[in-house]
C-alpha cells in the first residue's frame, strides 16, 4: 500500500489549492479515504472523509471551503481548498478509511 | 463533537522499562454496531502517523506485541513494555466512532 500526496505549497490568504493522493497497492475505489492535518509543531486535525460510495464529510473548520473528491480510475484522492485562511497551514496527510495507511503529507503554507 | 484527553503530556522512560499512555473520551465510544473504534498511533519524528492499536486493543500488522491496548467506553490505555528507542515519539489515540474524528493532544514518549 502507498499513498503519494501532491499538490501543496505557498498560497496567499483566498486563493486556491488543489491536493491530490495517488494511490497504490490496494483496490482504491473499495475504501473510503480521509484526509487530516496538522499544523507546525501542533495534533492531528480530521479534514474529510469520502465514502467509497463519494458520499462525504466534513470537519466545520472546512465545510463550504474545501471539497474532497475521488477518481476512481486514476486511483487518486483530491482536496480542493478554497478560500484559504492562515489557519489552514498544515502538513495535509490522505489516510485509508482505517487509518491504517497514511501517506507521506504535503504541506500547505497560507501567507501573504 | 467528542474530546479526547491524553494524559500525560510527555514521559521519560528508560530503556528496557514500561509505559502507561492514558486516553480519555468525553462520550462513550461504543458505535452503534457494537464496536468501540478508539485507534494508537505512533508519530516518529519527521514521519506521518502510524496505526499500532484499532478498535482498542488489535494490534495492527506487523505491531509488535510489547503494545497493548485495552479499556472501554470512556476510558483506555496503551502500554508498552520493554521501551527501545525505536519507540520514542509522539502517541496519539483517536476516535473514529462519530464524526467529527478527533484526536488527543499527544504524548511525547522521550529517554530518561
Known amino acids: 500500500v502507498q499513498l503519494v500526496e501532491s499538490g501543496g505549497g505557498l498560497v496567499q490568504p483566498g486563493k486556491s489549492l488543489k491536493l491530490s493522493c495517488s494511490a497504490s497497492g490496494f483496490t482504491f475505489s473499495s475504501y473510503g479515504m480521509h484526509w487530516i492535518r496538522q499544523a507546525p509543531g501542533k495534533g492531528l486535525d480530521w479534514v474529510a472523509y469520502i465514502s467509497s460510495s463519494s458520499g462525504t464529510v466534513y470537519a466545520d473548520a472546512v465545510k463550504g471551503r474545501f471539497t474532497i473528491s475521488r477518481d476512481n480510475a486514476k486511483n487518486t484522492l483530491y482536496l480542493q481548498l478554497n478560500s484559504l485562511k492562515s489557519e489552514d497551514t498544515a502538513i495535509y496527510y490522505c489516510?485509508?478509511?482505517?487509518?491504517?495507511?497514511w501517506g507521506q503529507g504535503v504541506m500547505v503554507t497560507v501567507s501573504s | 463533537d467528542v474530546v479526547m484527553t491524553q494524559t500525560p503530556v510527555s514521559l521519560s522512560v528508560s530503556l528496557g522499562g514500561q509505559v502507561s499512555i492514558s486516553c480519555r473520551s468525553s462520550q462513550s465510544l461504543v458505535h452503534n454496531n457494537g464496536n468501540t473504534y478508539l485507534s494508537w498511533y505512533l508519530q516518529k519524528p519527521g514521519q506521518s502517523p502510524q496505526l499500532l492499536i484499532y478498535?482498542?486493543?488489535n494490534r495492527f500488522s506487523g505491531i509488535s506485541d510489547r503494545f497493548s491496548g485495552s479499556g472501554s467506553g470512556t476510558d483506555f490505555t496503551l502500554k508498552i513494555s520493554r521501551v527501545e528507542p525505536d519507540d520514542l515519539g509522539v502517541y496519539y489515540c483517536?476516535?473514529?466512532?462519530?464524526?467529527?474524528?478527533?484526536f488527543g493532544a499527544g504524548t511525547k514518549l522521550e529517554l530518561k
Open positions: 478498535k482498542v486493543s
Open positions: 489516510a485509508r478509511m482505517w487509518g491504517d495507511y
Open positions: 483517536g476516535q473514529g466512532t462519530q464524526y467529527p474524528y478527533t
